[in-house]
């Protein structure tokens, strides 16, 4: 639910998220919130009571359209999620378990926010991207849509490639190399030209060790928590 719907069917009907809606792995609908607005000039917009800067989106065109997105998904119980820096921060644990939902509804604000009154009545999960502002939701909602339907079935080519890459267990992905051998005086490393899979898979899991150690020590004590439970 956007009033920039042009924005994000843009932004994820290419690649591989674009793919995966032509092969019907996931459909993805924008709702213009605009279009349900009651004002006679399509106003969706108004002063904040009590003064303060900026405009805010008003209740009644939010809750129309999404009681019109809840008909379409057959008025089926759903998570609606509003993009907003003060809801709790995005993680792969969280695209992981929102990727096991038959659907999602995600509210992008805009201007100083949302009438709060609408949000207390529609909104079930709040999420941020990131500690700074952006000027609205449909970013970090498209930044959701990617990291959480790359997760489910049959939008990757490769099963595989979802659980065996950066973030799995909390380690980074190890380094990787493709041809040539030798480029600008420098070599691919040995072992991963030998054919031993079981000691290029020991020698990726000690790189994918010391790179999070180094690059990102808040993930390697959570990884080591998780080993020991
Ligand atoms: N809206 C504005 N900034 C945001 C952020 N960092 N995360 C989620 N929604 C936002």
């Known amino acids: 639910m956007t009033l920039f719907p042009e924005m994000v069917l843009q932004g994820l009907n290419t690649s591989i998220i674009g793919r995966a809606v032509e092969n019907n792995a996931i459909q993805i609908a924008a709702w213009n919130i605009r279009d349900y607005t009651n004002s006679k000039h399509k106003k969706v917009d108004d002063y904040p009571y009590g003064g303060g800067a900026g405009m805010l989106m008003q209740a009644q065109p939010v809750y129309d359209a999404f009681q019109a997105v809840k008909a379409s998904i057959g008025n089926k119980k759903t998570r609606v999620i ?136 808040d993930l390697y004590e959570k990884y080591l928590d998780q080993k020991q439970k």
């Open 82 to 217: 509003y993009l907003t820096p003060q809801g709790k921060l995005f993680h792969q644990d969280a695209a992981r378990s929102l990727a096991q939902e038959e659907a999602l509804v995600f509210l992008c604000g805009h201007y100083e926010g949302i009438d709060e009154r609408v949000l207390e009545e529609i909104v079930t999960d709040e999420y941020s991207i990131g500690d700074y502002v952006l000027t609205g939701g449909e970013l970090p909602a498209m930044v959701m849509i990617d990291a959480i339907s790359r997760l489910v079935p049959g939008v990757l080519n490769n099963e595989d490639s979802a659980s065996y890459e950066s973030l799995h267990n909390n380690l980074l992905e190890y380094p990787q190399y493709s041809r040539p051998e030798v480029w600008e005086g420098k070599h691919v490393p040995e072992v991963l030209l030998s054919g031993h899979h079981a000691n290029i898979t020991k020698w990726r899991l000690e790189q994918s060790l010391k790179r999070t150690k180094e690059k990102r020590p």
